[in-house]
């Protein structure tokens, strides 16, 4: 059993980076330590799968559900002003109240789901991310034994993770989300790219004596990589252009994913028909998702769902309006590159076999051994678990990853 584990929570660190040039220090760590290299779901926001250790599907958060109510036809006032201006408000509202969760969407769409994302309802550094009453990690410890660090500046990630893993607590995570932000903006610059792998790297190398020196086990995970984007799809012009009418068919589009419900024969058949055997990407319908591990019971989470190839994404999709673009571009110097093009440079969340979706776990302790060489995403509650040697409640499916 370990007295205290450090977990470095590494999003978007790419295990295809980790070689003799890019990541000197975490490549020998790979060759030292028990490691095993993770199969993510097709999602970008994993932080309550990992936490909880279930599956989307079961926890719900970041999932869009159409209403039971499918009479779509009545028009709002709202309706006969474009788009553009009705989100614009919403995003100046939110901006000020934080009112409007996802307010680039129409009313008129928004009206129709029940979205349960937190994207613009950060989270503080104190408490992870939604969790909404779940068992978790977190409810298991009790609040007394861990702490949790979030940082998705690349910049200060490098300067406040040197004060990491002080606190005697019996877990202390940081999660490090800057290196994915600064990938998404930043992965078409090679030498940008390497510069930034070789801080975290030479970090990592710190952290680790300082952890070797106090008798701290540290655990190193990364829920994906990224790959390069180099194309894009437009699903509201490809509607328009199939004569598809706003009352026929919803719609949610994130970076990789699109999901549709339609409400007439004929919208469906010209949506399926422009999508299946279509070169950018994969049509499946919801049943088909369950090999993906997600497993909706109906079709109110979307009636199917077109995921895009490695190197495409939607563009626009429901997460991007002009003005956020300048905002994000204005306050966080890792995304300065929006004012150039809106279109993110680097992406995940594409279907799960794809290389760019893999992530990896290592334990820097040889006490233990990994006997799987690739585990899922909900392995991470239970592992920890484990480690800490604590039962796991029966909500939490998967299983450690490290045996003593
Ligand atoms: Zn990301």
């Known amino acids: 059993m370990i007295e205290k584990l450090a977990v470095l929570y590494l999003s978007g660190f790419d295990h295809r980076r980790i070689n003799k040039d890019t990541a000197p220090y975490v490549h020998s760590l790979s060759e030292k330590y028990p490691t095993a290299k993770i199969n993510t779901l097709l999602e970008t926001f994993m932080t309550t799968t990992i936490w909880t250790g279930c599956y989307p599907y079961q926890h719900r958060v970041w ?26 408000f919403q995003c100046l509202i939110h901006s000020i109240t934080g009112k409007f969760n996802l307010a680039p969407v129409p009313d008129w769409r928004r009206r129709r789901f029940d979205i349960r994302t937190t994207k613009y309802l950060w989270r503080d550094s104190k408490v992870p991310n939604d969790l909404s009453g779940l068992d978790s990690i977190f409810s298991i410890l009790g609040r007394d034994n861990y702490t949790y660090v979030f940082e998705d500046k690349f910049s200060n990630m490098i300067r406040t993770l040197s004060k990491q893993f002080v606190k005697n607590k019996k877990l202390e995570i940081f999660e490090g989300h800057g290196m994915d932000v600064f990938t998404h903006w930043n992965i078409d610059n090679e030498e940008k790219m390497n510069g930034a792998y070789k801080k975290l790297d030479d970090c990592i190398r710190d952290i680790h004596t300082e952890c070797k020196n106090r008798g701290i086990t540290l655990m190193l995970f990364s829920d994906h990589g990224q790959n390069k984007v180099e194309d894009t799809i437009d699903i509201s012009a490809i509607i328009k252009e199939l004569g598809i009418q706003n009352r026929e068919i919803s719609y949610f589009v994130e970076t990789t994913k699109a999901r549709f419900w339609f409400h007439s024969d004929s919208a469906r058949e010209k949506m399926l028909d422009y999508l299946s055997g279509n070169e950018k990407g994969t049509l499946l319908h919801f049943e088909e998702m369950y090999r993906y591990n997600i497993k909706f019971d109906d079709d109110s989470y979307g009636e199917y769902f077109f995921v895009s190839n490695p190197g495409i994404v939607f563009h626009p999709n429901d997460f991007y309006h002009p003005l956020g673009n300048l905002y994000l571009a204005l306050t966080n110097k890792d995304q300065r590159n929006r004012i150039k093009n809106p279109i993110i440079r680097g992406c995940h969340g594409y279907l799960p076999d794809n290389e760019c979706e893999k992530g990896f776990v290592m334990l820097l302790d040889n006490d233990y051994r990994a006997d799987r060489k690739e585990i899922e995403i909900i392995d991470i509650a239970p592992t920890i678990l484990n480690l800490l040697g604590y039962d796991k409640p029966d909500s939490l499916e998967g299983v450690s990853a490290f045996y003593e």
């Open 63 to 88: 999932q869009v559900r159409i209403k039971e109510e499918r009479d779509f036809d009545i028009k709002n006032t709202l309706d006969y002003i474009p788009d553009i201006i009705t989100t614009t």
